[in-house]
């Protein structure tokens, strides 16, 4: 770093949409530009809640060939080819293919610093990638973990230098003005206003987010509490008539509504009596933060690093994973109790304001950005 000019640093990354993307977008408009010059090097645009306000280069894809392995040789040369000038200060890799394309560009000598990001407990990855990690696990300066349980992942798994391993946890952006109208949320999708709202807002297309364990369970809730309604929010359009069908074959379809993706999606938290994540495995939830922001008790599984969010039994509640039953029995309390709902709901917008605001984690990633540099 010096005084008279910015700090370049390329974000390298497959996606821009879903938790990730809109946590790094978000994240970034927190950093001064006139210190920090970003760019984003990504294999799909964001089509997310977040939009960009630094410039995004797509990685070209072959027209032809476009296939394992040689989409990836193509996909590193041309990445090699752009970082031959002058290579950035740092460079910041998220995503199994982009972590390993920017190992070898520092192994080559294309980046000075490199740092790298792990947001879940590696469910998608096999021997395979964990073979080429630890090959190549010389090359980061730092790995950022989301949580411990991510943290701890890592360690056994890639067996990293545990010195080189970091945890700096996700947060979100305080809600900004007034409450949404959530009386005309309800009015479009036909919920009256003596309704209980259940939500779960996660990309339904990904197995590991156990969105069939929520329907599993509404069966369950409606015959102890008929008013009770449940929304899902989130990717998955490919996913949805298989899930509608599913509801129907339970005898649920007229409680529930599946939105899709949602730009407006804190119109919709707000509707809410009760967020819900099933997920199967984990990282560090921002739907969770964002629920907790929205003073929403929540009810999530005891997985990866939802017990690092929610405080059980004071915030929302933890069940296991793969289990309708604990799920709607935790479920049915809440909607039971207005004054359990309103309590765990203020104690968790409290906990997030005091431990994960956005502001304090972009801080953070500067921290580290900066002794990495002055090293």
Not at 177 to 197: K, Q
């Amino acid at each position: 770093m010096t005084s008279h000019r910015p700090v370049e640093v390329v974000f390298l990354t497959d996606d821009l949409g879903g938790g990730t993307g809109n946590h790094l977008l978000s994240m970034l408009r927190h950093w001064d530009k006139e210190t920090w010059r970003v760019r984003i090097v990504s294999k799909k645009p964001a089509i997310d809640r977040v939009l960009p306000d630094v410039p995004v280069e797509l990685m070209s894809a072959p027209r032809r060939l476009n296939r394992f392995p040689i989409a990836q040789v193509k996909a590193f040369a041309g990445l090699f080819a752009a970082f031959n000038g002058q290579p950035p200060d740092l460079l910041h890799a998220y995503f199994f293919w982009p972590i390993l394309y920017g190992r070898l560009l520092k192994l080559f000598g294309k980046a000075r610093v490199l740092i790298e990001n792990r947001e879940d407990q590696g469910f998608s990855w096999g021997p395979h990638e964990y073979a080429w990690l630890r090959a190549t696990r010389s090359a980061p300066d730092r790995v950022v973990c989301v949580s411990e349980a991510v943290r701890e992942v890592v360690l056994q798994r890639e067996r990293l230098d545990e010195r080189r391993v970091v945890v700096i946890k996700n947060g979100v952006d305080p809600i900004e003005g007034g409450s949404p109208d959530d009386a005309s949320a309800r009015r479009e999708l036909g919920i009256p206003e003596d309704h209980l709202v259940v939500g779960m807002v996660a990309n339904y297309n990904r197995p590991v987010k156990g969105v069939s364990y929520l329907l599993d369970a509404i069966p369950t809730i409606v015959s102890e509490v008929p008013s009770a309604r449940f929304l899902f929010l989130g990717g998955g359009a490919k996913e949805r008539p298989a899930l509608r069908e599913k509801a129907r074959t339970l005898g649920i379809e007229r409680c529930v509504n599946f939105m899709g993706n949602r730009k407006d999606i804190h119109r919709y938290y707000e509707m809410m009596d009760i967020s819900v994540l099933t997920s199967l495995s984990e990282g560090l939830s921002i739907t969770l933060l964002e629920s907790m922001s929205h003073g929403l008790p929540v009810v999530a599984t005891n997985v990866g690093g939802n017990p690092e969010v929610v405080l059980d039994g004071r915030t929302g509640y933890l069940v296991p994973p793969k289990n309708a039953h604990s799920l709607a029995d935790r479920i049915v309390q809440l909607l039971r109790d207005p004054d359990l709902r309103l309590r765990m709901g203020e104690e968790g917008r409290r906990r997030v304001e005091r431990d994960f605001q956005l502001r304090d984690v972009a801080n953070r990633y500067l921290d580290l950005y900066r002794s990495m540099l002055h090293r």
